[in-house]
């Protein structure tokens, strides 16, 4: 049987460049050879595209970019693939047919759409969620509003552009002390890795707080402070997904801040979660519902707070490209319900093609 190409696609323009390289090497070594043939192709810091067996490891040590090849994905749906430079003259590009594509990248360009709506042109399959479904789980906002509008279980919040704050800063922050009170959340809607984001305890700390949220968007969230645990449930499918087992994080830090997820190794993950079995239950099948609130597709890593005193859950966010490091807690839920990493990585590229083919048979104009 002829092996379908793959392009695992990482590193990019967003904070999470070096989690997306680290992901990229797990799965690219998980990948069934049998079956597949890897392309590697590497974004640089600065959104350049790059292939070529030494690409991640350059990326990976911050080496000489120079003369790597670079590469340049097609949008022509009958000749599905890439342009390389031929190395050595940057004049000739050859051909490079491709079946599937795995994006491996997080946060902006990688996770919002953006890269998905290229994919879509280029008319090949692709792991993960779509345009709509990418664009709306990063910002904060939408994703909650799609949240609300299924009924699902989201804390007090409210949310302000740049404009809006410049004009009445004064009476937001009193909207803000009613409606979300102290302490609270201040954060730029669409961003990841806790980026911009700061814990209000006092009247005084919000100002800085929201100026630091409008350093990364023009669009700022400010959360109540939600009780419980940090609990993350795995979610893997298409239209009929299933949810794993829970797992909970216990940060390092007085929230699971930047150097808490990515710097200090103090910062634990626990998996399975020691929940209740009802509120586990609860908690997975929440996080269907969210998946299917902003219309994931693939995979999707659902966070929530849990608090088995009251029994509350409120749902927190949606991932829909998790951190997949061999020791990430999207591919740890599965490897403790029963999915080991390469069957992990095998499913998701099946899913794909399920996708593709469903939205090919799809009319796209009416009939003659
Ligand atoms: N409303 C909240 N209540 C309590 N903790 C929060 C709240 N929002 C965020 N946090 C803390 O901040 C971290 C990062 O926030 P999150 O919304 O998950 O942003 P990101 O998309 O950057 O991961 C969370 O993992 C949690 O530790
Ligand atoms: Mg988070």
């Given at each position: 049987m002829k092996r379908k190409k793959v392009a695992v696609i990482f590193g990019g323009r967003s904070g999470e460049h070096v989690v997306s390289l680290k992901s990229a090497q797990a799965i690219m070594e998980n990948i069934d050879r049998e079956r597949y043939q890897v392309i590697p192709v590497g974004i640089s810091r600065e959104g350049i595209w790059l292939t070529g067996e030494r690409v991640w490891s350059l990326l990976r040590e911050q080496g000489?970019?120079?003369?790597v090849p670079r590469a340049v994905m097609l949008t022509d749906p009958r000749r599905p693939g890439l342009l390389v430079e031929r190395e050595g003259s940057s004049a000739a590009w050859d051909f490079q047919p491709l079946d599937l594509i795995f994006p491996v990248l997080h946060g902006p360009?990688?996770?919002?759409?953006t890269v998905q709506g290229l994919f879509e042109l280029s008319g090949l399959p692709y792991v993960g969620s779509g345009v709509l479904s990418s664009a709306a789980a990063m910002d904060k906002v939408v994703m909650k509003i799609l949240f609300q509008q299924d009924d699902l279980p989201v804390g007090p919040y409210l949310y302000f552009d740049r404009r809006q704050w410049q004009e009445r800063p004064d009476r937001l922050a009193e909207r803000i002390f009613s409606e979300?009170?102290?302490?609270c959340f201040v954060k730029p809607a669409n961003l990841g890795s806790s980026i911009g984001i700061s814990k209000v305890?006092?009247?005084?700390?919000l100002e800085p707080a929201v100026e630091e949220a409008l350093h990364y968007d023009d669009k700022v969230i400010v959360e109540a402070a939600l009780p419980g645990k940090e609990i993350e449930c795995a979610v893997l499918g298409n239209l009929d997904p299933q949810s794993s087992r829970t797992g909970e994080i216990i940060a390092?830090?007085?929230?699971?801040?930047y150097r808490a997820k990515y710097?200090?190794?103090r910062s634990e993950l626990i998996?399975?979660?020691?929940?209740p079995s009802v509120l586990e239950k609860r908690v997975q099948e929440l996080a269907r519902r969210a998946f299917a609130a902003v219309e994931a597709s693939g995979l999707a890593r659902v966070d929530f707070f849990v608090d088995p005193e009251s029994g509350t859950i409120f749902v927190n966010e949606i991932n829909t490209m998790p951190g997949f490091t061999s020791i990430s807690m999207y591919p740890k839920l599965w490897e403790v319900s029963g999915i080991g990493y390469r069957e992990l990585v095998g499913r998701l590229l099946e899913l794909a093609e399920e996708r593709f083919a469903r939205q090919s048979a799809r009319l796209t104009a009416p009939p003659e």
């Open positions: 000489d970019l120079r003369g360009f990688g996770e919002d759409g979300a009170g102290l302490p305890k006092r009247a005084g700390e390092c830090n007085e929230f699971y801040d710097l200090d190794e998996y399975p979660a020691e929940l």
